[in-house]
């Protein structure tokens, strides 16, 4: 039995995916400042009013990047994880990323988050991390604080990278977020 795919709904899908990439590469150069419909449907290729008529507002183009962020990590660490990394290390690995090829999509990701202060829209989307590194810790922990304490120093070593190029490799990192666990 074959199934049939409608080639409208796969051509929308991809297009939709292709606006959204243009979005993270917009914030990734410009900001989020620079994002709007018109600097999008350029980058894209596309005419503005397609990309309002799949993201009707900024914000449903922002929640739709910051999910794509998070989809992103979810899937580096999921892959990781297979291969054999032991989580935390993998996180580790995430981490360490933003010092080079993951740069780009940590510090889009990173201003969205802020930006979450200011826009509810984004709110529910910046547990996704956060619930990545804890899931990373459950196998060493189970005490909530300490995870809490794990998850806000793997922040501030993304953040480290991020402002200050922080010369952090995966091993660097791995022993940082160790240090944590073994003080609990």
Not at 53 to 77: I, K, N
Not at 115 to 132: Q, V
Not at 145 to 166: F, H, K, M, P, Y
Request: proline letters at 4%.
């Amino acid at each position: 039995m074959t199934t049939h795919v409608d080639g409208r709904l796969a051509r929308g899908a991809q297009r939709r995916g292709e606006i959204i990439e243009s979005t993270l590469r917009e914030i990734e150069e410009r900001g989020v400042a620079g994002v709007t419909h018109r600097t999008v449907a350029a980058r894209a290729g596309v005419r503005p009013s397609l990309v309002v008529y799949h993201f009707a507002t900024l914000d449903d183009l922002l929640v739709a990047a910051l999910e794509s962020a998070a989809g992103q990590y979810r899937a580096q660490y999921t892959s990781l994880v297979a291969d054999g990394t032991p989580p935390l290390e993998a996180v580790a690995a995430i981490l360490a990323d933003a010092r080079g090829p993951g740069r780009a999509r940590a510090l889009a990701e990173r201003e969205l988050i802020l930006m979450a202060a200011r826009r509810p829209a984004l709110r529910p989307l910046t547990t996704h991390w956060s619930d990545l590194v804890a899931e990373a810790a459950a196998g060493h922990t189970t005490d909530p604080e300490t995870v809490q304490v794990l998850i806000a120093v793997a922040d501030g070593i993304c953040t480290r990278i991020l402002l200050a190029d922080e010369p952090l490799d995966q091993a660097a990192v791995h022993a940082l977020l160790l240090r944590v666990l073994d003080r609990s």
